[in-house]
């Protein structure tokens, strides 16, 4: 798969590669943010139509995402995020992004950087460039997506647009998932209080009850498969349900750092996640999952993605595709500290690896996959009331990691 990164300039306007003007182009374009099963299907009939007419497919990949863009500058007085700015909102980094991309088959992926002044382009010359430029003779989009100044360019516009003009055609795919749900306007991550994974507070009610919550929290309908929806499952500890509109485990990105070292003193020591992590922390609370080591990196790449990982053995098996995982039990707090990168308070994740091997993990980039809520933070009468807890923790992910 092709990478290609593109910053438009002072005005807006992006350096569109050219590609093979005897082959045309099937085309899609988003932030694409946590890959979930809606874009999945997005992307899949991308390249589906690409191979059916012979032509490349193409992945347009906003960085970063427009939502956070605009919120920032809302925020800011109009101005834009810059490089050092961490959205902690992004459910997943570029770079996993691009993973989902490339095992789709994906032959080439545009990563634009996403500014104010190309966001007041409208659509009908942004798609003109498209077909100019690409050769896109395939517009594919979700059911309920916009583009261009003010996301004029909504599906029907662009239905009629391509109908009019004759030259590309419009394929709506159905991304909605198993209907919508509705999230409150103003929500905010609240950990349960409960052990064990939270079920859905409305499996069991009434459309009346339904209609009188979603009135007394101001709650707006949203697509099941959306990213919205992820970040507030997430945000309530449902694990499992928020990994089921992904397809895949949710999880973060961060280099090992040394920590407190509580846990060792204990027998349980933990890898430690630094402050600069990629991907949406979900509540405080503790997790099952998987710590999964991809070795250690050198730098980054000057297009500000991460670099590759480099030669030890936990690099080499990564790069193989069997990078080294336990099953592990996964902590994670807030401390009163005030971030200015992310704008929150910082977190902490710690993740035990269920191992009788003894781990040196330290400068090593790991992935932290969730697969399910343990329990609320909570205090404890005394370490040994703590590590019995910890004891069950670690024989409960087991048992959802077998």
Same mark, same amino acid.
């Given at each position: 798969?092709?990478?290609t ?6 005005n ?13 182009? #099937?085309?899609t374009?988003?932030?694409? &943010?946590? =890959?979930?099963?809606?874009? @999945?299907?997005v ?11 012979? +032509?490349f ?9 427009? +939502?956070? /863009?605009?919120?920032?500058? $809302? ?21 996993? !992004?691009?993973? $989902?991309?490339? $095992?789709?088959? #994906?032959?080439?992926? %545009?990563?634009? !950087? ?12 942004? %798609? ?5 430029? %690409? ?11 916009a ?20 030259v ?5 795919v159905?991304d ?13 991550? @609240? =950990?349960?209080?409960?052990w ?14 339904? !209609?009188a ?8 309908? =949203? ?9 507030? *499952? %997430? ?11 992904l ?9 090992? /750092?040394h920590?407190?070292e509580?846990? !060792? ?5 933990? +890898? ?24 250690? @990196? ?20 990564? #790069?193989?595709?069997?990078p080294?995982?336990w099953p ?7 401390k ?23 781990l ?7 992935? /932290? ?11 404890? &009468? ?5 590590? $019995?807890? *910890?004891?069950?923790? #670690?024989?409960?992910?087991?048992? *959802?990691?077998?």
């Amino acid at each position: 798969m092709d990478i290609t990164y593109l910053t438009p300039d002072e005005n807006g306007d992006v350096e569109w590669p050219d590609f093979d003007k005897d082959k045309r182009a #099937v085309v899609t374009l988003g932030a694409f &943010d946590g =890959m979930h099963r809606g874009h @999945q299907a997005v992307v899949e009939r991308v390249v589906e139509l690409a191979h059916k007419h012979d +032509a490349f497919s193409i992945v347009i990949l906003f960085d970063p995402r427009p +939502a956070f /863009v605009h919120g920032w500058a $809302a925020a800011h007085d109009g101005e834009e995020p810059g490089a050092d700015v961490i959205d902690a909102n992004a459910l997943s980094g570029v770079d996993d !992004r691009l993973a $989902a991309m490339k $095992a789709a088959g #994906v032959e080439h992926v %545009l990563v634009v !950087r996403y500014t104010l002044a190309f966001a007041s382009k409208s659509y009908i010359f942004f %798609l003109g460039r498209l077909v100019g430029k %690409l050769g896109m003779r395939t517009l594919v989009l979700g059911s309920d997506a916009a583009m261009g100044a003010g996301r004029k360019g909504d599906v029907k516009a662009i239905a009629n647009l391509a109908a009019g003009a004759g030259v590309f055609e419009l394929d709506v795919v159905d991304d909605r998932g198993p209907g919508e749900v509705r999230i409150p306007r103003d929500w905010k991550p @609240q =950990m349960p209080a409960e052990w064990g994974e939270p079920a859905d507070p409305f499996a069991n009610a009434t459309k009346a009850e339904r !209609r009188a919550w979603s009135k007394k929290h101001q709650a707006k309908a =949203m697509r099941a498969w959306s990213s919205t929806n992820v970040r507030y *499952l %997430l945000g309530h500890g449902r694990i499992k349900d928020a990994n089921a509109i992904l397809g895949h485990p949710h999880s973060v990105v961060g280099e090992v /750092v040394h920590g407190e070292e509580r846990g !060792r003193t204990i027998g349980f020591p933990t +890898a430690n996640l630094g402050e600069n992590v990629t991907g949406y922390l979900p509540v405080d609370g503790v997790y099952a999952g998987w710590l999964v080591d991809e070795g250690v @990196q050198q730098g980054g790449n000057a297009d500000g993605t991460a670099a590759d990982v480099v030669s030890t053995d936990a690099a080499a098996d990564a #790069v193989a595709g069997t990078p080294r995982r336990w099953p592990a039990a996964i902590s994670i707090g807030t401390k009163p500290t005030f971030s200015e990168k992310t704008g929150l308070n910082e977190r902490v994740v710690e993740a035990y690896a269920i191992t009788e091997d003894w781990l040196e993990l330290y400068g090593h980039r790991v992935r /932290v996959e969730f697969t399910g809520f343990l329990r609320p933070q909570v205090r404890f &009468d005394g370490v040994d009331a703590l590590k $019995a807890e *910890l004891a069950r923790n #670690v024989e409960e992910t087991k048992r *959802l990691t077998a």
